[in-house]
């Protein structure tokens, strides 16, 4: 999930088109590197409810990112590294500290669950623009907000685990606050909401809230302690610094 950033854009325009927003949503201006401290809690259709905790970092707009599972015990040292490429497949590794071994992601497991929660393999990835078709629906006002809407459509060689999205992007600076996902069935799959905090010029995810309507079972992942732009070495993303969890 990149989640995920403000060049002047007006606010009354109407004649764009799906894929002029979407670009500029692509265009918001993004930090050059992130650290932030992540709580992932899960809630399933009985309610029971499982949190994590993770010290996350990411480089060039979140194309690279590691994170640390550091609570609960039992998942403490479990570590994530995601490298995205431009003309070929996403690298994608885990460190389970249990077996002592990393875990490589495939291509094929895109559409499996992170953790266990709401948000699969897929989610955690940029979706590249190239790699997508749009097409702008009639504009909504939610949550007291005017927005555009755009339905955004895979293209078959992405091998996506989803047919569609429809999000709900906020005309004054261009974020994404709601999104409906549909999977292969064009069943409604998920419904995501995005909060913000502006720190200086970037509008950063503050909290995401995802629920599986198919499941019953949310998950909500809220960011804290962010810092950014501090000149993050390429060197931290390898399969050597998963191995070390970070002071927390």
Not at 16 to 34: H, L, T, V, Y
Not at 74 to 82: M, Q, V
Not at 147 to 165: A, D, F, M, Q
Not at 230 to 239: A, I, P, R, V
Request: aromatic share 10%; proline share 3%.
């Amino acid at each position: 999930m990149r989640y995920l950033i403000l060049h002047f854009i007006p606010v009354f325009i109407f004649s764009q088109s799906g894929q002029e927003i979407a670009n500029m949503i692509s265009n918001r201006p993004s930090p050059k590197d992130m650290t932030n401290k992540t709580e992932m809690v899960l809630t399933n259709s009985k309610g029971k409810v499982r949190s994590h905790t993770m010290i996350s970092k990411s480089k060039d707009g979140n194309k690279k990112q590691i994170m640390w599972f550091i609570t609960p015990k039992d998942d403490r040292g479990i570590a994530f590294l995601k490298i995205e490429h431009d003309s070929e497949d996403d690298e994608m590794r885990m460190w389970l500290p249990a077996f002592k071994r990393v875990r490589r992601i495939s291509s094929k497991k895109r559409g499996d669950s992170f953790m266990g929660s709401d948000l699969n393999y897929e989610d955690l990835s940029s979706r590249e623009l190239e790699g997508n078709r749009y097409k702008r629906l009639d504009d909504v006002k939610w949550k007291e907000k005017d927005c555009y809407v755009i339905e955004t459509i895979p293209k078959k060689e992405v091998r996506s685990s989803y047919t569609r999205h429809v999000s709900f992007v906020d005309k004054s600076n261009m974020t994404i606050l709601r999104e409906e996902s549909f999977d292969r069935k064009n069943d409604l799959e998920k419904e995501k909401l995005f909060f913000y905090e502006k720190i200086g010029q970037y509008q950063l995810i503050k909290r995401v809230y995802v629920k599986n309507l198919l499941e019953n079972h949310t998950t909500e992942i809220i960011f804290s302690d962010m810092v950014v732009d501090t000149g993050m070495s390429d060197k931290l993303f390898n399969e050597m610094s998963l191995r070390r969890l970070p002071s927390e």
